[in-house]
């Protein structure tokens, strides 16, 4: 079932939580919510959910309006940060509460529900737990649970709100590589909210950046990691170093030219207006020159092996920490030595 | 119309459940309190003064006080000590001690006065040396004293309790490796942590002192103008049909109510963090 | 020395003997043994004697009257309280600080104040008795009076004790039970009331327990006919002034049983419910 939202506002008092936003999930797809705290993202998601109205904007799923819909006509499966299991309920009783409180004549019977319920602990792999109380459970458990239990009701489109937040690492790796198959297996249109990049990069077909209630980028993790169309974007992503820099416009292939220290790239971000920048690089998109060479004079304040590789921490003359990962250092360097990083890609900004 | 939130009721059921609730406040806890002031001015300011002016009223008022100036502190005392042990240490039988102390919360005040009937009566165990000894507790002020200490005796312990094992005893073992004596990190340390948790117990252990009925119903002897509290002298002044003064005489200790539900509720807003079980 | 053989590890903090001492001494002097009184004296009295004073018709049905106005009182609470919970939780009303300090004045206002009031309103004559009488509700001086006089002193302890549970009930529960296609009436039924259950049993234990021994604010609508509106602690105190000592004791430690088992009671309502919430 596709799933749109457009034009979408939201104010809590006084802060804006969504100016205008508009996005569409196809059907079928895995789609991530991305940003920061306060960027708007669960408040979208509770709005899609009908757990929240929007001040203005439409919502619709399956191309049928719901706006005016309230959350339990919605047929939307939602899955809370803090699992919010009925404490009181089994976990059977959990996973079969949707399923038991539809009006009498769209009741299953007791034993279908029952069928349904085993179904579904099978499909989360906790097959001999539905006696147990959500307390007993571990939160890995207890998330697989919530989604069952969401699951259940056979929801038109999945939604869950930072669905790993509360877990410890491992069974956050674990769970969701899990989740992925889960989804593939029902095709259920599945939107999650995350502020961990690694997670949506690595699990949603496409994913919304966000930032201050607006969308920022909207596409799938290769175009994002590879074409961030913002600077904001660029830096949520994480990891690359921020240089000065200087846009040229009218190179070759039609794209803009970008200046570090002299060595001149193509802009991997979308072009610019010529004048001041600020360039993006990752750290492994750097090589290591001799002093007096065309780059970025630093010099070497540490270095750290990792097998074939060498992470080299750097500073510039003004005090700017530049991080480098290079393949093979030459032999001999050792801190306080001055290099010249060459820059092999980047993705420059116009200055904010 | 579009829905507030997903678990709002609608406007219609909300504002009949709060009418309804309202409602059952006014007439259960609000009318009852009016009536005390309303009943006690009904023959006019001069009737209320001489009320509360005569003699016997005076006594009462004065024996009331003596007994929660000596059962409160006494209260303080034992209140502090139990839940220092309890809170601060580790030893067996500390649930069975809590349920003890919880105990007098579920004895009837009548029983709570007959208890000491039973021991210092003149059929009682220690009534006969008593009285070959010519101390009076029965009927006296420490018949009195001791009833009211075993009515209010959970309040001040009950809400120390949890206060101090919320906090631990981090605070006062730094204090002592510090090199502070074990009085000064009590304090120093531990009395300014609970202050405003005593205070509260403190408030309600008066209120009850000073109120107390059954109890000390029970061991006064009810002689005017000498074992009277106020509690008593207006059922006196009730059962001989002089309502007004009765109820003047009650609406001192409604004013008594109002004072500690006024201070008890300031504490809650301002110290809500600093009380038991209100932290959050 | 005490703290050797009670406590279960050795504390570097001082005062363990002192204050264990006093708690127990103060304990044992105020509570202990005048309540042991009650059982030895009763004891004394051989299983007959016993039985006469404690059981006779009219102890009966002071206990009836007693217990069963408690019953009704904390049941009616049951409704009241937790509507009054969910209203001062919930939502927010002009006045809504002073309606919260109200809930307490049961504990504030001494018994005998109630009492008189209580009367005062609900007599033929009074404010609401007025009213009342010609419908046909007599309240003041029949067993009605005693349950109005118990829903009075047992409300706070229903209120406070929901109160805190409700707040802390997670909204996302709620959520998650629309989401499910829940309606509002189902979420309440299935998900909030098993929920609070446990406080709200909790809470009627409290109210019900000192209902049963309440005094001071019943005697005066009771009536206090015998067999009719004759509460149990009244009973005790009518048989003390006639120098009945021995029946007095026999009502007194009957009640002292069954509060002490109400006490255990509540114990354990609090433990499973502690077992139930989990964590």
């Given amino acids: ?352 | 119309m579009k829905p507030a939130t997903a678990t709002a009721e609608p406007r219609w059921l909300r504002w009949v459940l709060t009418a309804a609730a309202l409602g059952f406040l006014a007439i259960n806890l609000a009318l009852p309190l009016a009536a005390v002031f309303i009943e006690g001015f009904r023959k006019g300011i001069a009737a209320y003064a001489a009320a509360i002016a005569e003699p016997d009223a005076i006594s009462a008022l004065k024996l009331t006080l003596i007994v929660a100036a000596i059962a409160v502190p006494l209260n303080i005392i034992i209140g502090l000590s139990a839940s220092w042990a309890i809170a601060k240490f580790d030893f067996r039988f500390k649930p069975f001690l809590v349920t003890l102390i919880d105990l007098p919360f579920s004895v009837s005040p009548v029983v709570a006065g007959l208890i000491y009937v039973l021991l210092f009566g003149m059929q009682g165990w220690l009534g006969p040396w008593l009285q070959a000894n010519d101390i009076q507790i029965l009927f006296a002020v420490p018949g009195l004293v001791l009833a009211t200490i075993f009515v209010t005796f959970p309040f001040v312990a009950r809400e120390l309790i949890p206060l101090m094992q919320e906090q631990g005893r981090d605070e006062e073992e730094a204090a002592l490796s510090l090199g502070a004596s074990g009085l000064s990190t009590f304090w120093h340390v531990t009395l300014p942590n609970i202050r405003w948790g005593l205070l509260y117990g403190v408030l309600l252990c008066n209120a009850r002192a000073m109120g107390e009925f059954g109890a000390v119903s029970v061991v006064s002897g009810h002689i005017r103008g000498k074992t009277n509290t106020l509690p008593l002298h207006i059922e006196i002044l009730y059962n001989e049909y002089n309502f007004a003064a009765a109820f003047a005489v009650a609406s001192l200790l409604a004013g008594l109510a109002l004072v500690t539900l006024l201070l008890k509720s300031l504490l809650e807003w301002r110290y809500a963090g600093q009380l038991a079980g209100r932290g959050h | 020395m005490t703290s050797g053989i009670l406590q279960r590890q050795p504390s570097i903090l001082p005062g363990f003997g002192l204050t264990m001492g006093i708690t127990v001494l103060a304990l044992s002097i105020t509570v202990l043994i005048p309540l042991s009184a009650v059982f030895i004296t009763s004891a004394g009295m051989g299983w007959d004697g016993f039985v006469a004073a404690a059981f006779s018709r009219r102890a009966l049905a002071a206990y009836r009257l007693s217990f069963g106005a408690a019953a009704a009182a904390a049941a009616i609470n049951a409704v009241f309280g937790l509507l009054t919970a969910w209203v001062l939780v919930r939502y927010d009303f002009f006045g809504k600080k002073i309606v919260s300090a109200l809930v307490d004045l049961p504990f504030a206002l001494p018994t005998a104040v109630a009492g008189i009031a209580l009367t005062a309103l609900y007599a033929p004559n009074g404010w609401l008795g007025r009213w009342l009488v010609p419908l046909g509700i007599d309240i003041a001086f029949t067993p009605l009076g005693v349950v109005v006089a118990l829903i009075f002193v047992g409300l706070p302890f229903v209120v406070r004790t929901v109160e805190p549970v409700l707040a802390d009930l997670g909204a996302d529960v709620e959520e998650a039970a629309a989401s499910l296609g829940a309606s509002r009436r189902q979420t309440f039924v299935r998900v909030i009331l098993p929920a609070i259950s446990p406080a709200l049993l909790t809470g009627c234990a409290l109210a019900f327990a000192r209902g049963v021994g309440e005094y001071g604010s019943v005697i005066f609508i009771a009536g206090n006919m015998p067999f009719r509106s004759e509460i149990a602690p009244l009973l005790i105190i009518v048989q003390l002034e006639q120098y009945n000592t021995a029946a007095a004791t026999a009502i007194a430690a009957t009640m002292l049983v069954i509060s002490f088992g109400l006490l255990f009671a509540i114990n354990y309502v609090q433990g499973w419910q502690r077992r139930v919430r989990g964590i």
């Avoid at chain 1, 799933?3 to 939580?17: L, P, R, W």
């Avoid at chain 1, 029952?114 to 109380?133: C, F, I, N, T, W």
């Avoid at chain 1, 038109?156 to 790796?173: H, N, S, T, W, Y």
């Avoid at chain 1, 590589?177 to 889960?182: A, P, T, Y």
């Fill in chain 1, 1 to 352: 079932m596709s799933v749109s939202a457009s034009n979408v506002t939201k104010q809590f008092g006084g802060f804006t939580a969504l100016n205008g936003v508009s996005l569409e999930a196809q059907e079928g797809e895995f789609l991530a919510l991305l940003g920061p705290s306060g960027s708007g993202k669960t408040t979208l998601l509770r709005i899609l959910a009908g757990l929240e109205f929007p001040d203005s904007g439409t919502i619709s799923i399956g191309g049928e309006d719901m706006s005016n819909r309230a959350a339990r006509d919605r047929q939307v499966g939602f899955v809370f940060q803090q699992y919010a299991l009925f404490r009181h309920m089994s976990v059977a009783d959990n996973i079969g509460f949707g399923l038991t409180v539809r009006p009498g004549k769209t009741r299953p019977a007791r034993t279908e529900i029952k069928r349904r319920v085993a179904e579904l602990l099978e499909l989360v792999q906790l097959p001999h737990l539905g006696d147990r109380y959500p307390a007993q459970l571990s939160g890995g458990q207890r998330q697989r649970v919530a989604l069952a239990r969401a699951l259940a009701v056979e929801p038109r489109i999945l939604l869950l709100d930072e669905p790993f937040g509360a877990l410890d690492a491992k069974v956050r790796k674990d769970l969701r590589r899990w989740l992925r198959e889960v989804h593939d297996r029902t095709g259920l249109t599945s939107i999650f909210v995350t502020h961990d990049q690694d997670e949506a990069l690595d699990l949603a077909d496409r994913v919304v950046v966000m930032d201050h209630g607006s969308i920022e980028q909207i596409d799938t993790p290769e175009m994002l990691w590879e074409r961030p169309a913002t600077a904001f974007v660029c830096d949520f992503l994480g990891g690359a170093n921020r240089v000065a820099a200087r846009a040229i416009a009218g190179s070759t292939d039609g794209g803009d030219t970008i200046d570090v220290g002299g060595v001149r790239l193509p802009n991997r971000a979308p072009a610019m207006a010529a004048g001041s920048a600020t360039a993006f690089i990752r750290p492994h998109e750097f090589e290591i020159a001799a002093p007096g060479s065309a780059g970025i004079p630093v010099t070497l304040r540490r270095m750290l092996r990792t097998g074939a590789h060498a992470a080299l921490e750097t500073a510039t003359a003004s005090g700017t920490i530049i991080e480098a990962t290079i393949p093979a250092p030459p032999e001999g360097l050792v801190a306080g030595d001055a290099l010249v990083l060459v820059p092999t890609a980047v993705r420059a900004y116009p200055e904010a």
